[in-house]
Every structure is written in structure tokens, then in C-alpha cells.
């Protein structure tokens, strides 16, 4: 049996399970959970420790088929223009709740696409956000750039508002590709927003690929990480394509038959990442490659990786704050997930109420199983010593699962009273193997595959 038909016996192909950005997922969230819980979690932040903060954008100028975001087009400024309207009313919530001291120690604009903003809405959100929640010295913004849809203007207010990563959505720089998937984004076209980002002072950067689109295949996906390189980012995301049509009725616009099969999509990961690994990138969890000098590569290192609904981070700040429609927090206390259509975002807001409407208290057991879970996902391993050093004897209840995982996966991974670790040969399996850890099977959900 080759490597590949050993990875396909043990549901590499056919499994469908969580990405695990998060533990429980959102599909487990209940309705029972919602502003009030938000309210006093917020309230009761310590204010010597600080937050992250998520923005989000939900509006793009062309709807991208591939896509399964929340988002919705327009071709007007005017819906932005009272969205941010709407974020000012929310941060005015949170300022009279927020603890005072509070700061915030990175930032995130996500979308849909943040740069539809024009420059006076940049430096008005920008500003309001740091109004209520001050950036610490060290804060790290982030910003989801579309390179057809920035100019120097916008990224110089970025810039002057504290922008110090950039990260560039490009999927694939096939043309035949990017008509199947409803994205035109030429090179030149990339290249010189890299170029302008860089002119700016923002010399952070991350290159967002996918694999497993239409009419990719091992020439297309070679020249696209060809080009990539050619930008010399700090860090990729290679993301495989999920088609979940039932999810966001977009994807119906695709053509399923101009997908790579199964073996081919398989194949396509692996030049990909043989290529990044080639040209000096460490692989970092099971989708992202950085630098060695960068900090992600370096928190892989050390054992400070985490994960979280933007992926694999260096950021270690336990509390998120999600602002805006569908946006997620994670508190102390568990989740709390905003309206996640703008209008019922809206109303909420407009009401005078925080907009979460469902979310998730965690248990000891929850949080015991998230952290058994992040550690399989960012170092293909499981430190039990660890986990009974902060649980207790909470951490035996695993034991069944650990012994689970050792007969199943047998020889691809290495199982004593201290460890479980992936063998390397194994990683492909890691979402399949940590899914073995997962108590909450929401029924009728249908992830993604894990390959």
C-alpha cells in the first residue's frame, strides 16, 4: 500500500471535519448565549491584560464565486459609509462597559473587503476604535488587502493610522483559474500594490493561496508560487478550497467538473508546500509557511503558536473582541457571535444593545478539549504532562480518545504516558485526528473535507 491509498484508508478523502479555528465551532453555538452574556463578560475584563481586536468589513465590490464569507456587493459608498456609522455606535457600547486601562494589543480588519473603505472612513474608524480601546505600544493592525480594490491614498491612510501588516488575498494568478472563480487579479496588478505597500513602510507581509480550485493543475499552481515568491512575503496561507455550495449558494457558479479530483488536489498541496519549504519557508501547522525570522515561525519554535478564526497567529492575547455584523468574541466565559446579517446587525446595534444573538459558555471539560485540540493542530503533538500540569486529573478523561488515536493511526503517530505526537508522514490526518477529541456533533453540519 502506497502512502497516499494509506492516508485515503484513513479518511483523508472522504472525512469531513472541522477547520478547528475554534473549539466548540460555530455550529455548536446556541441561541441561549447572546448579549447579556457578552455584556458581562466585557464588563468584567481584567484591565491589565490585553485584547484583541476584530473588525468586520462585510462588503466587496464583486462577489468572489469561491467565497464563502460573510459578505454582501455593492456599488455604492453609501451602505459603508452607514455600516461604519453603525461600528461608531457599537464601540460606544463597549465604552460605556469596558473596564477602564484597557488596551489593545493587535488588530484585525477582515471582510469581505476592508479597503473598499475610502481614506476618511479609514482614518474615522481607525480612530474611533482607538478611542475606546488604545492601541499598546507594540500593537500589531492588521489589514485584508485586495489588490484591485487599494490605491496609495488608502493605503497611506492605513499607514498613517498604524497599519504595520498587510495581508494579500490572492488565490491564484491563472487567468483561466481566476475567470472560473470570478477573481481577475493580474500580477503587474498585485506586484505593484506590494510595491506601494512597501513604499508606505509596511514591510509585513502575508500572500494568501488556495488550492483545489477549477482548472488548477501542477504547471498553474508551480508559476502562481512561482510569482508569489517573486513578492517575498513574510508569510503564506495555503488554504485548500472548500466547496460547500449548500453553504454559500455563490459556489453553485462553479463548474464541479473542472475541480481537481481528489488525488490531484492532494498533489497540488504538496508541490505547493515543497516549493515554499525549497525556497527557505518554514512550514508552519498544516496550511501556513513564514520566514524563519518572522514571528509566527519563531512562536512555532518556542511553542507559543495558537490558532484562531484568522488561522495560525503569534498572538497570545486570550481575549477577542468582535465588532461588526457575524463578527466572533472570545471571552473568558466562551463565545458570543454578533447578528451575522447586516440588517439584523443593525437593528440590534441601533436599539441600544450589544449585537450578540447566540454563542457557547465553556465547561472545564470545553476548555480542556480546546487546548488538547490547538496543540494537535499547531504542533502535531500533545504535551499530557502539560495538560495535567494546568487540568488535572480532568486530563485523564482523555485517555479513551489517546488510546483511540493509537489504534487507528497505529505507526503515524507515537503514543506514551507523557506525548502523542504525529509523525510527519501522519500530518495530513491531523483535522481527522483531532476531530477524535471533539464531544460536540451538531447534527445536519457538513464541514469540509479534510484534505
Known amino acids: 500500500m502506497t502512502q497516499l491509498d494509506r492516508l485515503r484508508s484513513l479518511g483523508l478523502f472522504n472525512s469531513r471535519v472541522p477547520r478547528y479555528t475554534s473549539y466548540p465551532t460555530a455550529p455548536v453555538f446556541s441561541r441561549d448565549v447572546g448579549a447579556a452574556q457578552q455584556a458581562d463578560a466585557l464588563a468584567a475584563l481584567d484591565p491589565a491584560v490585553p485584547v484583541s481586536v476584530y473588525l468586520h468589513i462585510p462588503f466587496c465590490e464583486r462577489l468572489c464565486w469561491f467565497c464563502a464569507c460573510r459578505t454582501q456587493g455593492t456599488s455604492t459608498l453609501s451602505p459603508v459609509e452607514s455600516y461604519v456609522g453603525t461600528l461608531e455606535q457599537e464601540l460606544a457600547l463597549l465604552r460605556d462597559l469596558l473596564p477602564k486601562g484597557l488596551r489593545m494589543g493587535r488588530m484585525h480588519w477582515g471582510g469581505g473587503t476592508p479597503t473598499i473603505l475610502p481614506p476618511a472612513l479609514i482614518h474615522r474608524l481607525a480612530q474611533a476604535v ?126 464541479e467538473i473542472a475541480l481537481p479530483g481528489e488525488t490531484a488536489r492532494y498533489h497540488l498541496a504538496e508541490l505547493a508546500a515543497k516549493r515554499f519549504r525549497e525556497a527557505g519557508f518554514a512550514p508552519i501547522g498544516i496550511d501556513h ?59 440590534k446595534i441601533e436599539a441600544g444593545e450589544l449585537a450578540g444573538v447566540r454563542g457557547h459558555v465553556m465547561t472545564p471539560d470545553d476548555l480542556l478539549r480546546a487546548r488538547t485540540i490547538e496543540m494537535l493542530m499547531c504542533d502535531f503533538a500533545l504535551d499530557r504532562a502539560a495538560l495535567r500540569a494546568e487540568f488535572g486529573s480532568l486530563a485523564d478523561t482523555l485517555d479513551g480518545q489517546v488510546a483511540q488515536v493509537a489504534s487507528r493511526f497505529k505507526d503515524l503517530v507515537d503514543v506514551n504516558a507523557d506525548a502523542l505526537v504525529i509523525h510527519p508522514q501522519g500530518r495530513a490526518l491531523t483535522r481527522i485526528i483531532a476531530n477524535v477529541f471533539d464531544a460536540h456533533e451538531p447534527e445536519g453540519v457538513r464541514y469540509s473535507q479534510a484534505s
Open 130 to 255: 482607538r478611542a475606546v480601546i488604545p492601541p499598546t505600544d507594540d500593537c500589531e493592525f492588521s489589514v485584508e488587502i485586495d489588490p484591485t480594490m487599494v490605491d496609495r491614498a488608502k493605503i497611506a491612510a492605513l499607514a498613517e493610522e498604524g497599519m504595520n501588516r498587510a495581508s494579500i488575498g490572492i488565490q491564484d494568478f491563472d487567468p483561466q483559474v481566476q475567470n472560473a472563480i470570478g477573481r481577475l487579479q493580474p500580477f503587474d496588478v498585485t506586484r505593484s500594490c506590494v510595491e506601494d505597500l512597501r513604499a508606505a513602510g509596511i514591510t509585513s507581509l502575508n500572500a494568501d493561496l488556495v488550492y483545489g480550485l477549477p482548472h488548477q493543475d501542477s504547471a498553474r499552481i508551480d508559476d502562481t508560487v512561482s510569482k508569489v515568491l517573486e513578492l517575498a512575503p513574510d508569510r503564506v496561507a495555503l488554504f485548500g478550497y472548500a466547496h460547500v455550495p449548500w453553504v454559500s449558494k455563490r459556489q453553485q457558479l462553479i463548474d
Open 289 to 347: 509557511f513564514a520566514r524563519q525570522e518572522d514571528g509566527l515561525a519563531r512562536a512555532a519554535k518556542t511553542g507559543h503558536l495558537r490558532r484562531n478564526f484568522q488561522g495560525y497567529t503569534d498572538d497570545t492575547c486570550a481575549t477577542l473582541i468582535g465588532l461588526g455584523a457575524s463578527s466572533i468574541s472570545r471571552l473568558p466565559t466562551g463565545y458570543v457571535q454578533n447578528a451575522a446579517m447586516t440588517p439584523a446587525y443593525v437593528q
